[in-house]
């Protein structure tokens, strides 16, 4: 099946680093959202963005939906060890196609996060 | 905790056999999607549930099939399993309408073999 092109496919930190990971798609999107799945867990949403070009805080975590509408990018400033997961981004069609493409979601492959203390 | 419970949390199945997998759906939410995530990959999209009819389906056979019933709750099934099932089994819950986003239940892993 179709998925996003996710990189890095695994970072190691040192505490304290800020993190970047991005996904790109070769298809159009109308929302961009970023999860992160701790082991034995199910994914757990972490930002949702809905207009091309907005930009998204929810703490030490800063997200983009790219101007294309085909890409979108996550940083974590600051980061700690509780930070460690895979974080996965997801592409969904959104409202525009009709109100019935909520929860039908692409994801990337994911990106390994390890933050050494 | 996003509310969205599945069961069970573990099972192992036999080739060929046929699995019932169960999702209760978070409390507002009107619509259950489920995806299988294979190890060290991301959520494949199986099917989306809502008014309790299928509402879109990705890349999967025939033998995969669901239900959603009145109260929202869903049930994913799958006949003459194969080696590749193997894997875990999330569900999602949102409100169709409504732009709520998708908030995933832990999941049951499957083991075929």
């Known amino acids: 099946g179709q998925q996003l092109n996710q990189s890095p496919q695994s970072m190691f930190i040192q505490e304290g680093e800020d993190v970047s990971m991005n996904c790109t798609s070769s298809s159009i999107f109308n929302t961009w959202l970023w999860y992160k799945q701790d082991p034995g867990e199910g994914p757990v949403l972490l930002i949702a963005l809905y207009k091309a070009g907005e930009l998204t805080s929810n703490g030490r975590l800063t997200a983009q939906f790219g101007i294309t509408r085909k890409d979108s990018f996550l940083n974590i400033s600051a980061s700690i060890p509780s930070d460690v997961g895979i974080y996965f981004c997801?592409?969904?069609?959104?409202?525009?196609?009709?109100?019935?493409?909520?929860?039908?979601?692409?994801f990337g492959q994911g990106t390994i996060l390890t933050v050494h203390p | 905790e996003t509310g969205v419970t599945q069961s069970p949390t573990h099972l192992i199945k036999t080739r060929g056999q046929q699995v019932t997998l169960r999702c209760s759906s978070q409390?507002?939410?009107?619509?259950v999607s489920w995806y299988q995530q294979a190890l060290g990959q991301g959520p494949q999209f199986i099917f989306q549930y809502y008014r309790e009819e299928e509402n879109g389906r990705g890349n999967f056979p025939p033998r995969f099939s669901g239900l959603q019933f009145p109260n929202y709750s869903s049930e994913l099934n799958v006949n003459a399993l194969e080696l590749d099932d193997s894997a875990l089994y999330l569900c999602a819950s949102s409100w169709t309408g409504g732009g709520t986003e998708a908030f995933f239940g832990q999941g049951t892993r499957l083991t075929v073999v």
């Open positions: 409390s507002g939410h009107n619509t």
């Open positions: 997801a592409g969904q069609l959104g409202e525009n196609a009709g109100g019935t493409s909520y929860g039908k979601l692409t």
